[in-house]
Nanobody
Framework: QVQLVVSGGKLVQAGGSLRLSCAASGRTFSSYSMGWFRQAPGKASESVAS????????DYVDSVKGRFTCSRDNAKNTVYLQMNTLKPEDTAVYYC????????????????WGQGTQVTVSS
């Protein structure tokens, strides 16, 4: 099973940018589809983005389309979430997750989860 370590969260101003990283252990990272999820205080978990094992397919929740980009570097066992034009409503704890299955925005598809990283966007 892959272990995931998420990093890159911090406090940024609205309109700013931030890149989150999710580093995976194990030699089979390139076999996993990956997903990004977030949870704001007092709110349910929300899907953000997903990416196929090759990086050739990505999907995004409507609220981040055009602002967030998910990518991966299988040589570095790392998946990224580039977040641009950040808004206060993007404030949340962000998680990455892995699955041997197809890339999906459904959190139920992902059995492996990393710890979260806090992203706070000030207005």
């Amino acid at each position: 099973q892959v272990q995931l370590v998420v990093s890159g969260g911090k406090l940024v101003q609205a309109g700013g940018s931030l890149r989150l990283s999710c580093a995976a252990s194990g030699r089979t990272f390139s076999s996993y589809s990956m997903g990004w999820f977030r949870q704001a205080p007092g709110k349910a978990s929300e899907s953000v983005a997903s990416i196929s094992w090759s990086g050739g397919y990505t999907d995004y929740v409507d609220s981040v389309k055009g602002r967030f980009t998910c990518s991966r570097d299988n040589a570095k066992n790392t998946v990224y979430l580039q977040m641009n034009t950040l808004k206060p409503e993007d404030t949340a704890v962000y998680y990455c997750a892995a699955t041997y299955g197809s890339a999906s925005l459904s959190r139920n598809s992902y059995p492996c989860w990393g710890q979260g990283t806090q992203v706070t966007v000030s207005s």
